[in-house]
């Protein structure tokens, strides 16, 4: 088996890691603690600093990487339980935990990668990690995190309390209050580009999902929606990768599912056959909004630059006159630092639907162009 066949399966491990009831942890609270006569795994964890992401929150995690001739054979499991205890008023401990069945494995040299995530609030927190595999076999490591707002982000709303740990899919997350001088509710169709964030990457990795994640998940908070439709697709697959009518935050690991199944580094043969199909895959997701018989108010595309610059034939796209809803396209690029760049297909598309195109850096300037939704 390749490292692009393992890869994959792994890289879920980050989508699905979720806080728990501490109740339901009274049988494993003990593997924190070292025992004596147990067999530990090999494996390197590397703690990934918080930093403030597109939903106003600071996003901390960590990366994983251990030698895959560990788990040599089949029906091989991993769990991944974290607990995070806040050195603020409140010192309860939170426990989040992932589960992972992986492939089978053959006798190889690679190594196994994946990563993990979750939100904090302001303040300092201990994280004490836990991998468990099948075996009873264990690794641990701690380490300490500090989450304080940098010059630059002094005048952004943090968008969760001090001293408070969520997951990434906000399960059970209390939410802050919309400013009571919203705009009436919007219809609003997410078309989502699950693409690398940076153009130079061949795959899609747990920072690119979790930045997506992050800024899907300000937009139905932030802006008062009354119906969002989330369309998740890849150009260069030329492939709808997730719809979702009636979308909302509890369907988040869902999305996060859906983007771990794309594999950049393999292209189908029919795929690159059809050299005009990322062009009539993002004809046809419009056109579905345009001539639906309820068209959304706002049509956004959402996510980064494409590789693709060409220009969609006007007689490709349908023409709603009587409801043609509004287009807008933000365009995320935070490790882009160049101001300008050749429209791609999608910023080329938006512009033929009479749309504006935002080139967004930073969590502020995200809070700007969410401005232009409202």
Excluded at 354 to 363: A, C, D, E, N, Y
Aim: glycine share 6%.
């Amino acid at each position: 088996m390749t490292r692009t066949a393992i890869l994959p399966l792994l890289a879920s491990c980050c989508a699905a890691q979720l806080i728990v009831n501490p109740g339901r942890m009274r049988n494993r609270i003990d593997v924190f603690e070292p025992k004596p006569g147990e067999t530990l795994l090999h494996c390197d964890v590397t703690p990934i600093h918080p930093a403030l992401n597109f939903s106003f929150r600071y996003q901390a995690g960590y990366r994983v990487s251990m030698p895959a001739s560990q788990f040599t054979g089949t029906g091989h499991r991993l769990v991944v339980l974290v607990r995070i205890t806040s050195h603020g008023e409140s010192r309860e401990p939170v426990y989040l935990v992932s589960m992972q069945r992986l492939p089978d494995i053959p006798n190889t040299s690679v190594q196994l990668h994946f990563g993990g995530g979750y939100l904090l609030g302001e303040g300092s927190y201990q994280v004490d990690w836990v991998l468990l595999d099948d075996r009873d076999r264990v690794f641990r490591k701690g380490w300490r995190v500090d989450v304080h707002r940098s010059h630059a982000d002094r005048n952004v709303k943090v968008a969760m309390p001090p001293d408070t740990v969520w997951d990434i899919s906000l399960r059970g997350a209390r939410l802050l209050p919309r400013d009571s001088a919203d705009a009436p509710p919007l219809r609003l169709s997410i078309l989502l580009n699950a693409a690398p964030v940076s153009p130079r990457r061949t795959h899609i990795g747990p920072g690119d999902i979790g930045t997506l994640l992050s800024a899907i998940s300000s937009l139905l908070e932030r802006v008062p929606v009354r119906q969002a439709r989330l369309v998740v697709f890849n150009l260069e697959q030329q492939k709808e990768l997730y719809r979702n009518e009636n979308f909302q935050l509890a369907n988040m690991p869902a999305v996060a599912r859906a983007m771990n199944t794309i594999q950049l580094d393999t292209v189908d043969y029919q795929v690159l056959k059809n050299r005009s199909g990322h062009v009539d895959l993002l004809a046809g997701l419009v056109n579905q909004e345009i001539q639906s018989d309820a068209p959304p108010d706002v049509v956004l595309f959402l996510g980064p630059i494409s590789r693709y610059e060409d220009r969609i034939p006007a007689e490709l796209l349908a023409r709603n006159p009587e409801r043609a809803p509004r287009v807008l396209n933000f365009q995320i690029l935070p490790y882009v630092l160049v101001q300008s760049t050749l429209p791609d297909v999608i910023r080329n598309a938006t512009s033929r639907l009479g749309g504006k195109t935002f080139m967004i850096h930073t969590p502020g300037e995200f809070a700007t162009a969410l401005e232009k939704i409202r």
